[in-house]
């Protein structure tokens, strides 16, 4: 049942960080799509790693960062306020390219000229 519980709490905690960060007036974070990919809270609950990507770049993810580990007090007391948890974890955050990776994989697929095999027919 832990393991249940913990996996609820974390897609709780993502929720409200990803709410929390889309509420925030910062131009850091307001200049490119920020979104929250996952996260990894500790087994006590007292830390939370947070990864977030950009859609414009890693670069804009690291600068969404510096702006989001300074305002990690504000989104903790936002979680605090909307949950109800034994303990509210200290956020960590950490950027990453997975937004920008999947769309290159993805012009990639689309680039591909593959022939619709669904039209033969064997006899």
Known sequence: MAGYRSSRNAEDIKREIAAA???MKDP?????LISVVRIEISRDNSFCKVYVS???GIETA???VKALNGAAGYIRKEISSHLTLRITPALQFYATDSIEYSAKISTIINSLDIKDDDNDEVE
């Open 21 to 23: 960060v889309s509420n």
């Open 28 to 32: 850091r974070i307001r200049d490119g």
């Open 54 to 56: 950009a859609m414009n």
């Open 62 to 64: 690291k600068t969404a």
